[in-house]
């Protein structure tokens, strides 16, 4: 009897829990990451289009910076998934460079990781040739290049330099060593198309391979490691979802890869480019934003980071400036700690806040990064403003009988008011420019346009986040000079 | 009666320089007592340790009979008020809200600031309208007035002037000697005030206190010190002085 009840009790409780679980699913999209490239961004999107036709709510954080802050986000469930490479799976986050596609399964298992098999395609380092020179010589792949010493080989700097680079391969092909320029990757192309050079580095997969109509010649002595794309993503999603993902494996060649990474630059838009995967005509009028909504969105989430980090640097500056101005080594502490704050790279400072569990992929780590670069001026500027004040004013308002709160309350800090506002000024104009680093962790922002146009090579796309943030920063140092007006005591402006 | 303020034994040094030895001192209520001497005598240093901008080395001070201890000094403070060469006014506040910041600091009804403010300016000659301008805005003499009335807003036992007049030109000056005397005598004011002219030290002082390297050297009046000066020290500081010599 008891069984029967307990069973029945189970059977009217168990919907109620599914509906609540899944209710719980709807609420929480599944967040898709990507680094900063255009791949990336295009295999994130097709991702979210597979998810999104069968009804899974998904959301794409854009651009989160490189493998470790992505490895990091999955690891710690920010994110759900992201399109990573075999090669980078095996030699930066597992350490083990020769291990096989089931060893590497089985370790990141104990990650809470899983991997899809293969995208399909391979992106590695190549050697590019014109399609048509390459015909005419009759050269095929990379051993085929030895029989022609008189080509020239424009070759980038990093792979020249690079452990994996042109030295071991020149070695391992036995390939003349002669007639080598290094240059710049995008200015190779140009050279390539040209003719000043005849063969130079690539990554097989980069679009201007389709465009100037290039040919990877073939690695037949495989020196090159393998960068087959993949999806990581957390074991512990719905089945679904893997599904889905799953559905992807061996869905894209080199050739389908580089058209799409084509597609990407050339329409400036990823979500395009993905739509061509599923060969869906794109009609960008019905399905994207449009650019006055983008814009309002960008800026809003711009003024929210800059405004937040801004009144906190304000709450928390103010009261350290006012300690610092009282000198000894507490004031030297303080000084020399948000000094030293204002040393470390913008990005550093988010990688190194990233993996912090409360902070993680979230306009909260760039908050705390803006935070921390608004503390020095109003610091700096509190305490000096007060340390200014003349010592017989100081000894006036001692002597009155004013104790030292009121001192602080009704003199110091007036007095001090104007350098503390030039502070507070520029810590928000600085803010304003920084927080367009924000969009380098998904936390938005007018940086997000900045960072897809760089990817794109857009200028159109940065500019469009480009000016509204500089108009920004005059707005806030226009609206600041008003403020002087207002919060600085007229007969300290006389 | 008991003097309004008692030093024993209180000295001052910075680092390695002694700037008052130990130095017994006091000071009578309703008089004017004049600290002279050269420049770093200790003259303002001694003012200073009355009023706790300086902490004595070694001795005490009392004030009305009591020791004056950091638990006691801001209650102690409003008793005592403080005039410095330049005025030491706030730049930020008008002359109206620097005369008034204490009294408003402490609460005061509105009527009975306003009525003490009215009274303050028929004291010390400043005209009402002109208090709602800034520091910046007055005169040389017109800050000390208003410093003066800052001083007195509370009605105090004590009055500290620190060069007050130092930096005003000769007519200014002349003026404001002639009020401050009158004001000194119509409130029966306990006064200290520190100069380096002995002209001013004559007109405004019941006693002169002449220092000379951190000790006090003679006391009396001036034609006690010209009479029976302590030192060859004091001939000659009388003597340098020769306006005064001439008068």
Same mark, same amino acid.
Request: net charge positive; aromatic share 6%; charged share 20%.
């Given at each position: ?18 509906? =609540? ?129 008189? *080509? ?6 990093? =792979? ?186 913008? *990005? ?9 569990? =409360? ?136 | ?116 403010? $009215? ?127 001439? $008068?």
């Amino acid at each position: 009897m008891i069984g029967t009840s307990f069973i029945r009790r189970i059977g009217l409780i168990g919907p109620i829990a599914l509906g =609540f679980l899944s209710g719980l699913a709807n609420a929480e999209p599944v967040l898709i990451g990507s680094k900063k490239f255009t791949e990336s961004y295009v295999l994130a999107e097709i991702a979210k289009r597979a998810l999104a036709k069968t009804g899974v709510p998904v959301d794409h954080r854009q651009g989160m910076g490189g493998t470790i802050i992505l490895w990091q986000a999955l690891q710690s469930n920010q994110i759900a998934t992201y399109p990573e490479y075999t090669g980078t799976i095996a030699e930066e986050i597992l350490k083990s460079p020769s291990a096989t596609l089931n060893e590497m399964r089985e370790q990141l298992a104990k990650f809470g990781v899983g991997m899809t098999a293969e995208l399909g395609f391979n992106n590695t380092y190549a050697l590019v040739m014109r399609r048509d020179a390459a015909r005419q010589k009759g050269i095929r792949a990379i051993s085929d290049l030895r029989n022609h010493p008189d *080509l020239k080989l424009g070759l980038t700097h990093e =792979f020249l330099d690079r452990k994996d680079g042109w030295r071991p391969l020149a070695e391992k092909y036995r390939l003349p060593a002669s007639n080598i320029v290094g240059i710049d990757h995008g200015l190779g192309y140009e050279a390539l198309r040209n003719g000043s050079v005849d063969v130079k580095d690539a990554y097989s997969t980069d679009a201007k391979i389709g465009e100037y109509e290039l040919i990877a010649l073939e690695d037949d002595l495989q020196f090159f490691p393998q960068y087959k794309a993949v999806f990581l993503y957390r074991l512990e999603l719905p089945p679904n979802v893997i599904a889905v993902l799953r559905s992807l494996e061996g869905s894209l060649d080199e050739k389908r890869m580089i058209d799409l990474n084509a597609a990407a630059e050339r329409l400036k838009s990823y979500a395009q480019a993905a739509d061509l995967y599923f060969a869906e005509p794109s009609s960008p009028a019905s399905r994207e934003e449009s650019f006055s909504h983008k814009l309002w969105r960008w800026t809003a989430r711009h003024l929210q980071l800059a405004g937040v980090s801004l009144l906190l640097a304000v709450a928390v500056g103010i009261p350290l400036g006012i300690a610092a101005s009282r000198g000894g080594a507490a004031g030297h502490l303080i000084l020399g700690f948000v000094s030293a704050v204002q040393t470390i790279p913008s *990005l550093a400072l988010l990688a190194l806040l990233v993996p912090i569990p =409360f902070f993680g992929i979230s306009p909260r780590t760039a908050i705390a990064a803006l935070f921390l670069y608004g503390l020095l001026p109003i610091v700096r500027n509190t305490a000096t403003g007060l340390q200014d004040i003349a010592k017989p004013i100081r000894e006036s308002a001692i002597a009155l009988g004013l104790e030292p709160a009121a001192r602080l309350r009704k003199v110091y800090l007036p007095m001090a008011s104007r350098s503390i506002l030039g502070g507070i000024k520029t810590s928000a104009v600085i803010n304003i420019g920084t927080a367009t680093l924000a969009a380098l962790i998904g936390a938005g922002g007018l940086g997000e346009p900045i960072l897809s146009g760089l990817n794109l090579n857009d200028h159109a796309t940065i500019l469009q986040g480009a000016i509204p943030a500089a108009i920004l920063a005059l707005l806030v140092q226009w609206s600041f000079d008003l403020l002087d007006r207002l919060l600085i005591p007229r007969g300290l402006r006389l | 009666m008991e003097s309004l303020v008692q030093l024993s034994g209180v000295s001052k040094t910075y680092g390695s320089s002694i700037a008052l030895h130990p130095t017994d001192l006091d000071f009578a209520r309703g008089k004017t007592t004049v600290l002279i001497g050269p420049s770093g005598c200790g003259k303002s240093t001694l003012l200073r340790l009355v009023i706790r901008l300086l902490d004595p080395d070694g001795g005490t001070i009392s004030f009305d009979g009591t020791p004056v201890t950091l638990a006691n000094i801001s209650d102690l403070r409003r008793r005592i008020g403080y005039v410095i060469q330049d005025g030491g006014l706030f730049p930020h506040l008008t002359a109206r809200k620097n005369v008034l910041l204490m009294a408003a600091h402490l609460k005061w009804p509105a009527g009975k600031m306003q009525s003490r403010l $009215s009274e303050l300016c028929a004291l010390t000659r400043f005209p009402e309208s002109a208090l709602d301008r800034f520091p910046v805005e007055l005169s040389g003499g017109q800050r000390q007035r208003i410093s003066l009335m800052r001083a007195l807003m509370l009605s105090p036992q004590l009055l500290l002037l620190d060069e007050p007049l130092g930096a005003l030109d000769p007519l200014v000056r002349a003026a404001l000697q002639k009020d401050l005397k009158e004001i000194f005598q119509r409130l029966n004011q306990t006064a200290i005030l520190v100069t380096h002219d002995l002209a001013e030290a004559a007109y405004l002082g019941d006693e002169i206190v002449l220092m000379n390297e951190g000790r006090v050297v003679q006391r009396g009046t001036l034609s006690d010190l010209r009479a029976r000066p302590a030192n060859a020290f004091v001939g000659d500081f009388i003597t340098a002085q020769r306006s005064v010599t001439l $008068s």
